[in-house]
């Protein structure tokens, strides 16, 4: 993929990386060897923090880059790069280092005409699944040649406002198309992960991976005292609930308890499981507050609780999931925001051992309409039926 990169002349390479399959790592090691090159590289992305993400991954590759970043509000004394307060700054910054150099920004800065001006080499868009296409136009006028670099199969970017057919893509979804993974004439997938275990990432590869996504077999190290590693259904009866439930708050607090200080091996000594080693998603604010109360009365205030959006880009041993709703019926956002691919994807892919999915057993009656609530009905089907029960006190296949 390096060699592709330096090949480019006025051209565009596109990269899939799923979760844990090294997309920061091989950004990191694409910019340590391209600036000791002699070539200027651009990053740009979502948010300061993923930008700085992989900022950071470069400057582990070689500490001694030249780097800078404006601050997003006031400079941090602890950041490893240069932050020059202005763009007219930045540009003189560039000029001073002629010889190479690496610049971070969000897409405000590198649509600007100062910094347009002398083009960079390569232009780095991290996250370009979430990254807009209009937006990703607009950058791309500041570099010779541009990498994306990111997964469309990760939550969709948040669009406002009514858009023209197309318009409300991401940059890496506008060329992917319908495809779950990339074709291999417009660019790499990445089909190795190094996060989930090889039983958590096989229910999570064909899900939204058409199955090519494996496991490095260092994955497969991990271990739970007691429980075998991979995908686990927790069915709970409830009727009527929408955006909370109770029943499934007490369930969740049930497995964390059963969990909880079990022997946790990770490439290394065996230590007992804590709250920090358990994350709980929830599809709503509220079913996250719920949960989140019953597991600090049950004595587990330190456990992550919280929405799927929270949590991208995050991993735990353990992830339990809490669909919340009912059945079919009862979603107030429709089946196309709960049985979202992208959003069970994320929240199943945190997982480095043990994915929990607590829900009701009537979730998938629906009266399907369209072929895309098809989809989304059979994607969620497919893991219930894939999933070992799991029983309380005891689990393993």
């Excluded at 590289?41 to 030249?66: F, G, Q």
């Excluded at 202005?86 to 000029?95: D, Q």
């Excluded at 969740?252 to 230590?271: N, S």
Aim: glycine share 8%; aromatic share 4%.
């Amino acid at each position: 993929m390096i060699e592709a990169v330096e090949a480019l002349d006025g051209s565009t390479l596109a990269v899939q990386g799923p979760p844990g399959a090294g997309k920061t790592y091989l950004a990191g090691r694409l910019i340590a060897k391209l600036v000791r090159a002699g070539k200027t590289i651009a990053v740009t992305s979502t948010s300061h923090k993923a930008v700085e993400n992989v900022l950071s991954a470069a400057l582990k590759n070689a500490p001694d880059l030249p780097c800078a970043k404006r601050a997003k509000r006031t400079p941090d004394p602890a950041a490893p790069w240069e932050q020059p307060k202005t763009n007219p700054a930045l540009v003189k910054w560039r000029e001073e280092h002629d010889t190479g150099h690496l610049v971070g920004g969000t897409a405000w800065t590198f649509a600007n005409a100062a910094i347009r001006e002398e083009p960079f080499d390569l232009l780095i868009i991290d996250e370009a699944g979430q990254f807009a296409l209009a937006d990703a136009l607009a950058v791309s006028m500041c570099a010779k040649n541009l990498l994306l670099l990111g997964d469309p199969q990760q939550l969709p970017q948040v669009v406002q406002g009514t858009h023209p057919a197309g318009a409300e893509a991401s940059a890496l979804g506008h060329l992917i198309g319908e495809a779950d993974i990339i074709p291999a004439e417009l660019g790499y997938f990445l089909d190795e992960t190094r996060r989930m275990h090889p039983a958590v990432c096989a229910p999570v590869s064909r899900l939204s991976y058409a199955g090519r996504l494996h496991s490095h077999p260092s994955a497969a190290e991990r271990a739970i005292d007691g429980v075998e590693a991979g995908l686990y259904l927790a069915e709970v009866d409830h009727h009527g609930n929408t955006t909370r439930s109770v029943e499934e708050a007490d369930a969740v607090t049930a497995i964390v308890a059963d969990l909880h200080g079990r022997a946790w091996t990770d490439h290394g000594e065996p230590r007992p499981l804590g709250d920090e080693d358990i994350l709980v998603v929830a599809p709503y604010n509220l079913q996250a507050r719920v949960v989140a109360r019953a597991l600090d009365q049950a004595g587990y205030p330190g456990v992550r609780v919280g929405t799927v959006d929270r949590f991208q880009g995050q991993e735990a041993p353990v992830v339990i999931t809490t669909m919340t709703s009912s059945s079919a019926v009862d979603l107030p956002r429709g089946l196309d925001f709960l049985l979202s691919r992208n959003r069970l994807n994320v929240a199943l892919s945190r997982a480095q051992a043990l994915a929990i999915v607590v829900c009701s057993p009537r979730l998938v009656e629906a009266d399907i309409r369209t072929v895309d609530q098809m989809r989304l009905v059979s994607g969620m089907l497919g893991l219930m039926t894939e999933a070992v029960p799991w029983h309380a006190g005891r689990s393993g296949r």
